[in-house]
């Protein structure tokens, strides 16, 4: 009777380790590691010209490129490496840019790692130093530390519903550099991803205007494995 | 039933042990000051942004049912493209090719005088391979010296040191 009890005991443990061991493993594989998405960029110039790019880009957080599969103003590949924009055209390499924003600190990878909510910042080059509440808004004020406060004066961050709603950008002279607004939320398999993004850039006295839009955003797309990985050679 | 009970109150209280020890961890929320207002996150006029853009709502329309280029437009002599720029732009970017080295001084200058200094100001302001590179081989050679005028003055002074 007691080696029943022991068994059955036994049975119980490893059915529990069983069930724990697939539940932690189906929610690793789960995890966003990859992100596809149509996109629309547009962008009025301090001269009112606009600019217009569409297309689909790629990210996978894991090979870190960039990828924009361009339909419009041109059909082209433009591949965005560390700080380098790789532009390819009918399968040639056609151009090769620099790129101040590499891949690690956009959108994209922001939302695949977690730090979306909080756009990148933590207390290791900023300090929180005030947060306000205001017409249903959580805003949190962030000073740089060291020598990023020679060209950055603080950055805010305003949560709406505990996601991300706005960010300010403010130089040593507190003058608002840069403000972005993200809009139309969508949760794709767990991952919340905003569809639009607002952002007014001021460079001295001229203004740039830009919209991203997304739609129809992938998380975890198992095709189209090469272009994640796109060759540069 | 009183050692359930026991029970269910030692996890209670290790829970909120727990979060409150998370709570306690989150440094930044120790000294902060809660007040309110804060009108230029508040303030920002979104039809009005959208406004901005009405210029690029036919072009825009058009594309959604169609994959035709600037360049295709063009030839069309299409008025969809009234100022719309050709180019397709990235945020940020700037033409690689005009770099040269960094501040106008040989890379190979920069390693040399500066060593591993010199060799991290030409990677990040020029961000070329081969600009680095070249200061490498100015620290690498300026090691070499440095270790080769150490070697004969330790010589020197070991060698005039039997004369006393």
Redesign the interface.
């Known amino acids: 009777m007691q080696t029943f009890v022991y068994i059955s005991t036994m049975k119980k443990h490893f059915i529990i380790f069983f069930f724990l061991t697939f539940w932690l493993a189906t929610g690793a594989a789960q995890s966003a590691y990859r992100i596809k998405s149509d996109f629309?960029?547009?962008?009025?110039?301090p001269d009112?010209?606009?600019?217009?790019?569409?297309g689909v880009v790629y990210y996978d957080k894991n090979i870190k490129k960039l990828v924009?599969d361009?339909?419009?103003?041109?059909?082209?590949i433009?591949v965005?490496k560390?700080?380098?924009?790789y532009t390819f055209r009918a399968d040639t390499l056609y151009s090769?840019?620099?790129?101040?924003?590499a891949p690690e600190f956009t959108l994209f990878n922001y939302l695949l790692t977690d730090q979306f909510q909080t756009y990148g910042i933590d207390?290791k080059f900023f300090?929180?130093?005030?947060?306000?509440?205001?017409?249903g808004?959580v805003?949190t004020h962030w000073k740089p530390k060291g020598k990023l406060s020679e060209v950055i004066g603080e950055i805010?961050i305003?949560q709406k519903q505990k996601r991300l709603y706005?960010v300010?950008i403010k130089n040593p002279e507190m003058e608002?550099i840069n403000?972005q607004?993200f809009k139309n939320y969508k949760t794709i398999k767990g991952t919340i991803i905003p569809t639009e993004i607002?952002s007014?850039f001021n460079v001295d006295t001229t203004r740039y205007?830009?919209?991203t839009s997304l739609k129809n955003p992938v998380i975890n797309e198992t095709i189209n494995e090469a272009i994640y990985d796109f060759d540069l050679k | 039933m009183k050692k359930i009970t026991q029970r269910i109150i030692s996890v209670v209280l290790i829970f909120a042990l727990m979060n409150l020890q998370g709570f306690a961890n989150v440094?930044?929320?120790s000294e902060?000051?809660?007040?309110?207002?804060?009108?230029?996150?508040?303030d920002?006029d979104?039809a009005a942004?959208?406004g901005?853009?009405e210029?690029?709502n036919a072009?825009?329309n058009y594309?959604e049912t169609t994959?035709?280029?600037?360049?295709e437009l063009e030839k069309a002599e299409s008025n969809l493209l009234a100022?719309?720029?050709?180019?397709?732009?990235?945020?940020?970017?700037?033409?690689?090719?005009s770099?040269g080295p960094a501040l106008g001084i040989p890379s190979f200058l920069w390693g040399c005088v500066l060593g591993w200094v010199g060799l991290l100001i030409v990677y990040l302001v020029t961000?070329n391979t081969d600009e680095t590179k070249k200061a490498l081989w100015g620290c690498i050679v300026s090691s070499v010296v440095g270790v080769v005028i150490y070697v004969v003055a330790i010589a020197a002074t070991a060698s005039t040191g039997y004369y006393y």
């Open positions: 629309l960029f547009k962008v009025k110039n009112s010209t606009f600019n217009l790019s569409k924009f361009l339909s419009f103003p041109e059909r082209e433009k965005t560390d700080t380098l924009v090769i840019e620099k790129n101040l924003l207390d300090s929180a130093d005030k947060v306000e509440r205001s017409q808004l805003i805010v305003a706005s300010l608002i403000r607004i607002l007014v205007l830009q919209i | 440094g930044v929320f902060m000051d809660f007040s309110m207002n804060d009108t230029e996150i508040t920002f979104e942004f959208y901005e853009f210029g690029l072009l825009e594309l994959d035709a280029t600037y360049s100022n719309v720029e050709s180019e397709s732009i990235l945020p940020f970017s700037d033409d690689v090719n770099e961000e």
